[in-house]
């Protein structure tokens, strides 16, 4: 998670252009990123649209890649971890023919095929790229090797040797194929690299390939449907507003437990709280604690008692 935190502001000088007062904002906006923009910027326009204080992004998204970016304001950061561990979807366009040292379009070609293969090939191949497999991440990416980003040493010739580890693929379906390129759809895990399917795919028909287009729909419970777009947050601070959702709106996808006032005043100090009621839960790895209707905390439930993790201060 990238969170970017602002410092107290150095004074102005006489005359210069007053800048926005940075404010408490604690909120979820689901991105929709546009090809050309870095998480990093994208984050920028956010916490600019709202002037807020403290933003961060729930997984990358390559500047070449288009959509879904959740973008956390205040105590919604504490929410990230949920997100990023979510099911991820995805649309992407494979060039076949052609393998770049980036597995997109922004690398340069190391080799090339004149081989192109038919849709009944890329069919029957799709189940060894289904399920818990086995990849190898591109060179070009954020992993760490002794503390240094693969694509930093890969830029600069350095020789990137990364590890294959498991990862998880719900689904891969065809949506449409010309015998040129092919577009997929895809569903999966964390950790899992779109660009690195493209490759593998290419290699296995012995064709290449490289992801010409890619664009995420899903990241963990927000979906590309509800997404903002940039421009609607530039346009006025009531617009970004708009687009602002609540804190737990992340946890959509774990149990909420809804607590007593007294209850509710334990579990802020950091203690564990006794769960009241016939339908009170005993164990649960991971919950969330609401209070009249307010998000108190994150945790898990153990002999009964809720244990909290995170605290919000909303």
């Keep these: 998670m990238t969170v970017e935190s602002t410092p107290e502001a150095a004074p102005q000088r006489e005359g210069a252009p007053q800048r926005p007062k940075k404010r408490d904002v604690h909120g979820w906006v689901v991105l929709d990123k546009p090809v050309g923009m870095t998480s990093t910027h994208a984050v920028s326009v956010v916490k600019r649209a709202f002037a807020a204080r403290k933003a961060g992004h729930a997984g990358t998204l390559d500047p070449l890649a288009s959509g879904l970016l959740p973008i956390a304001l205040g105590e919604a950061t504490k929410t990230v971890p949920f997100v990023m561990d979510g099911r991820k979807a995805y649309q992407f366009t494979v060039a076949w023919g052609t393998q770049t040292n980036t597995d997109d379009t922004e690398g340069s070609v190391i080799a090339t095929s004149d081989k192109r293969p038919d849709e009944a090939s890329i069919l029957a191949l799709l189940p060894r790229f289904t399920g818990t497999i086995l990849q190898t991440p591109p060179k070009f990416s954020a992993i760490k090797i002794a503390g ?18 498991p990862v998880e693929i719900d689904s891969l379906v065809i949506v449409s194929h010309d015998g040129v390129t092919t577009t997929f759809e895809a569903e999966c895990g964390k950790g899992t690299y779109v660009r690195a399917i493209a490759r593998d795919l290419g290699l296995a028909l012995g064709c290449l390939g490289h992801v010409a287009h890619l664009r995420r729909t899903r990241v963990g419970p927000f979906t590309v449907a509800e997404a903002a777009s940039v421009e609607t947050l530039r346009e006025s601070l009531e617009s970004a507003a708009a687009a602002l959702q609540p804190v737990k709106a992340a946890l959509t996808l774990i149990p909420e437990i809804v607590i007593h006032r007294d209850a509710a005043a334990r579990i802020k100090r950091g203690q564990s709280a006794l769960l009241r009621g016939a339908g009170a839960p005993i164990e649960l790895q991971a919950a969330y604690a609401t209070c009249a209707g307010t998000l108190v905390a994150t945790g898990s439930v153990e002999n009964g008692e809720f244990v909290p993790h995170r605290v919000f201060n909303l």
């Design 148 to 165: 240094e980003r693969a694509y930093d040493l890969a830029r600069d010739g350095e020789e990137v040797e990364l590890q294959a580890r």
